[in-house]
């Protein structure tokens, strides 16, 4: 060892051990970094070199039984901004500004406030705004949304509701079947360029948003127009608090057309009273008075004590029952059930009633579905008001049989009449046809559901012929239109108000369908205190119905006129001279036409129910092979066949 490294010795050991341990420091600080904190660290620079924007999902869009649009996304943009980090804060307000036309101080109010988030704009429709350099503005952030647009406006508003301002559904259809609707977010990865500006790298992260699900429903848009314009005429006529209608199809329980007036623009929601938006027809309930009285005729008919030709003393309009007067409008003698339920009396039905008992009616109620939700799916349906017949006073009997003392639904009574017009079965009601996701796969349907059987066809027939009867010699004169042999009953009901029922505030309401023997459209109408003297079922309700269902029937092609009273070898002869003359074109013997009256047409039986073209086939003498269940779509022989009486016809159901 030279004198000179003795010399600096400790320096040089003092040297290496401080640039061992700085290189050790250093190995053991790369180490924590990039192994022990290294997940973390990598998250932080991909947090400062990347953004991640949610992609908003597109609403699925709802339409009508034809596949026409009742709602629509528009595109709006929210313009959102951090003041702290913006720097060139007068020239992004002159930028919006020019976008939107609004002042520029309005904008530099909001940039130079201290808070760390401003909103600048919201729902701002701007087709160009993709085009405009606003992203070079660091600070502000761009954020592309849906809004949701109604073409129609007041058209169906209740039933499809409406969204909030970020898109999801708080009323209606749009809330009750909005997971089905909203679809699902995606999202995109982007990364900062040299130039600070956000960019979008080929192979960066990428999910594709899912779209919402499309939803057909069973209303149909012209049906419906007609329904809120004449319900809304209807009103103003009569001077009432609101009107309520709906519109069904009988054989199927699908709702054509559902609406209550006043209503609203669903467009413009926040500047209507929220009463005017709930669907009034399932939430609201009220006495129906008179139309309920069918049931107290289905009791009659099935009471093996009464006949249909047995009279009844309707003591001259005017009966004291135990403790109260029931009056009837006009002043009746013996009357039998078929003239009771055409002229409507209280006093006769209650004399019935008294033979059946109170607890027949109460059954006979629970069968047609009053007191308990009908299943429609949507929300905010209630089950009306029937009490127990344990719990009945001395007059409940007879109040309850004339349609006092009950509270009931539109749809309830409805579905009632459905029930008689199709023959005794009680159906769910369908509102929603079917839901289609972005694959086009149908992920939801409703379908003709029969929640039982009430009565059998033959009383269900009975029933509708007295209901015809209403419309001819009856209370219902009012409802009926020429040639389409309307049936129905109207309905007059007092409110109850103050412990006692009203002598100045009424329910007015009418139901009916069409043609009597097989009724293709159903409709009831209600009007609430409508003024005197269109209080009366057939006075006010009964002329809407008649308005609604002739401009429905001028417009739709669909629905077939009933059959005419030819006999049925006219009917058989008429049928094989239209075969040949379109087959073969010739000129007919008569005795052709003779020989062949033992046989038979076979008739259309695609698009019919299973019951109804049992039915059709054995009216005329057919029997039958049935293949499947639902929507008869194939037969054989094919329609228009001249076949002998007593052949097989084989029909296919899906």
Same mark, same amino acid.
């Given at each position: ?294 049931? &107290?005729?289905? &009791? ?44 409507? &009396? ?309």
């Amino acid at each position: 060892m030279t004198k000179t490294y003795l010399k600096y010795r400790l320096r040089i050991i003092v040297l290496a051990a401080f640039i061992f341990m700085s290189w050790a420091g250093l190995c053991f600080r790369l180490f924590q970094v990039q192994i022990l904190n290294g997940e973390v660290y990598q998250k932080a620079v991909i947090k400062q070199s990347q953004k991640k924007l949610d992609i908003p999902p597109a609403r699925g869009n709802i339409f009508d039984r034809n596949n026409r649009s009742l709602t629509r996304n528009i595109i709006h943009y929210t313009l959102s901004v951090n003041p702290a980090l913006v720097e060139k804060k007068e020239q992004l307000a002159k930028a919006i500004s020019k976008i939107t036309g609004n002042p520029v101080n309005n904008y530099l109010k909001k940039i130079n406030s201290n808070s760390k988030f401003e909103f600048l704009e919201r729902n701002l429709q701007i087709d160009n705004i993709d085009s405009i350099q606003l992203s070079k503005y660091q600070g502000l952030n761009i954020e592309k949304k849906y809004r949701r647009y109604y073409p129609h406006n007041f058209i169906a508003a209740q039933i499809l509701g409406y969204t909030d301002l970020d898109d999801e559904g708080i009323s209606g259809i749009e809330k009750d079947f909005n997971n089905y609707l909203s679809g699902k977010p995606g999202w995109i990865h982007k990364t900062k360029g040299w130039s600070g500006e956000i960019q979008h790298k080929s192979g960066m992260p990428y999910q594709k948003p899912i779209d919402g699900s499309n939803i057909q429903l069973t209303i149909d848009l012209e049906y419906q127009s007609i329904l809120e314009e004449e319900l809304n005429k209807r009103q103003l006529e009569t001077n009432s608090i609101s009107a309520t209608g709906i519109i069904m199809d009988p054989e199927t329980g699908e709702i054509l057309a559902m609406a209550t007036t006043p209503g609203f623009n669903n467009n413009k929601f926040n500047s209507t009273d929220p009463k005017k938006h709930r669907i009034r027809a399932i939430t609201d309930q009220f006495e129906p008075g008179s139309t309920f009285k069918i049931v &107290s005729a289905v &009791s009659a008919i099935d009471h093996k004590d009464i006949k249909l030709e047995n009279e009844f003393n309707c003591e001259n309009g005017s009966y004291k029952y135990y403790t109260i007067m029931v009056n009837d409008h006009e002043s009746y003698g013996m009357l039998t059930l078929s003239q009771i339920i055409q002229y409507s &009396s209280n006093i006769g039905i209650i004399k019935i009633m008294e033979k059946v008992g109170s607890q027949v009616l109460y059954s006979k109620s629970r069968e047609f579905g009053f007191g308990s939700k009908t299943g429609i799916s949507l929300n905010g349906e209630i089950s009306g008001k029937l009490n127990s017949f344990t719990d009945w006073s001395a007059v409940s009997l007879g109040q309850i049989a004339m349609g006092h003392e009950i509270g009931v639904t539109a749809i309830q009574i409805a579905l009632a009449y459905c029930a008689i017009a199709n023959g005794g079965y009680l159906l769910k009601p369908q509102i929603v046809k079917q839901i289609m996701n972005y694959e086009g796969k149908i992920v939801y349907s409703e379908e003709p559901i029969v929640s039982r059987k009430i009565a059998t066809e033959n009383t269900m027939s009975d029933l509708r012929k007295m209901l015809r009867g209403v419309i001819t010699n009856g209370t219902g004169t009012n409802a009926d239109i020429k040639g389409w042999k309307i049936a129905g009953k109207t309905g007059t009901a007092q409110k109850w108000q103050n412990g006692k029922y009203s002598d100045n505030k009424f329910i007015s309401n009418f139901i009916g369908f069409f043609p009597y023997e097989q009724p293709q459209l159903l409709a009831f109408i209600m009007l609430d205190e409508p003024r005197k003297p269109f209080h009366w079922g057939n006075e006010g309700a009964a002329i809407a119905f008649r308005r609604i269902m002739k401009r429905i029937i001028n417009m739709d092609d669909s629905i077939n006129p009933p059959k005419t009273n030819k006999t049925h070898e006219m009917q058989i002869a008429d049928n094989i001279i239209s075969n040949i003359e379109q087959k073969e074109n010739l000129l007919i013997p008569l005795s052709l036409v003779s020989l062949n009256l033992d046989k038979i047409s076979v008739p259309e039986l695609r698009g019919l129910s299973m019951r109804k073209a049992m039915s059709t086939l054995n009216k005329i003498g057919l029997q039958y092979k049935i293949n499947g269940s639902g929507i008869v779509y194939w037969q054989y022989p094919t329609p228009g066949s001249i076949v002998n009486r007593d052949s097989i016809c084989e029909v296919g159901l899906r």
